[in-house]
Nanobody
Framework: QVQLVESGGGLVQPGGSLRLSCAAS????????MGWYRQAPGKQRELVAR???????NYAESVKGRFTISRDNAKNTVYLQMNSLKPEDTAVYYC?????????WGQGTQVTVSS
């Protein structure tokens, strides 16, 4: 079964933190780079962070130094720790493979940064 389930979003004030989780089916997760993507209203989906199977990470310039991606290979789960959140981080966040996403996306998790 091909499945991606994101969770952990919410409403947070500027400067706050959230931790997102994504549980992936084995067929998607195993031996692949995984990534977190986001889509803001009226904008295209963009990759914000990626982690290889070996743990090498890279980030979009807009989140570098504030977001941290990690993975737990025993649980087929990828995380995104988001600190120092800004209003421009407001978006629906999704996870998927980090190089070539599978065509089936999860429902995403809404992150809203507002005072």
């Amino acid at each position: 079964q091909v499945q991606l389930v994101e969770s952990g979003g919410g409403l947070v004030q500027p400067g706050g933190s959230l931790r997102l989780s994504c549980a992936a089916s084995r067929s998607i997760y195993r031996n692949y780079s995984m990534g977190w993507y986001r889509q803001a209203p009226g904008k295209q989906r963009e990759l914000v962070a990626r982690i290889t199977n070996g743990g090498t990470t890279n980030y979009a310039e807009s989140v570098k130094g504030r977001f941290t991606i990690s993975r737990d290979n025993a649980k087929n789960t990828v995380y995104l720790q988001m600190n120092s959140l800004k209003p421009e981080d407001t978006a629906v966040y999704y996870c998927n493979r980090g190089i070539t996403p599978v065509p089936v996306w999860g429902q995403g998790t809404q992150v809203t940064v507002s005072s």
